[in-house]
C-alpha cells in the first residue's frame, strides 16, 4: 500500500441537504492511488498536527473521502468549512 500523503482539504458535511451528520475531508484524485486505490480503508496520521484516525468512504462520481469526526475536529482546532492539513496513511492491519 501507499505511503503517507500530504494534503490541504475543506471540511465539509456529507450530506449537504441535511444539518448536521457526519463531516469528511475529501481526497484529491491524484492521492488515491497513494493509498491503494479507490476502496474502504482504515486510516492514521494527523489533522492540523493532531492524530488522526478515520476511514475512507467512496463517493458517488468516482470520488473518495475520509469521515472526520466530532472529536477529531475538536482536537485539530477544526471546524464544518475550514481549510485543513490533513496527512493519511492506510493504518497497519492488527
Known amino acids: 500500500m ?6 490541504w482539504g475543506r471540511v465539509r458535511r456529507w450530506r449537504e441537504d441535511k444539518p448536521g451528520g457526519l463531516a469528511v475531508v475529501d481526497v484529491s484524485a491524484e492521492l488515491v492511488d497513494k493509498l491503494g486505490g479507490r476502496r474502504q480503508m482504515r486510516v492514521t496520521d494527523t489533522l492540523n498536527g493532531a492524530p488522526f484516525t478515520g476511514s475512507t468512504m467512496l463517493v458517488a462520481g468516482g470520488g473518495l ?3 472526520v469526526s466530532r472529536a477529531a475536529l475538536q482536537a485539530a482546532s477544526a471546524a464544518l468549512a475550514d481549510e485543513v492539513d490533513l496527512s493519511i496513511s492506510p493504518a497497519a492491519a492488527n
Do not use: I, Y
Open 65 to 67: 473521502c475520509v469521515g
Open 2 to 7: 501507499g505511503g503517507a500523503s500530504w494534503r
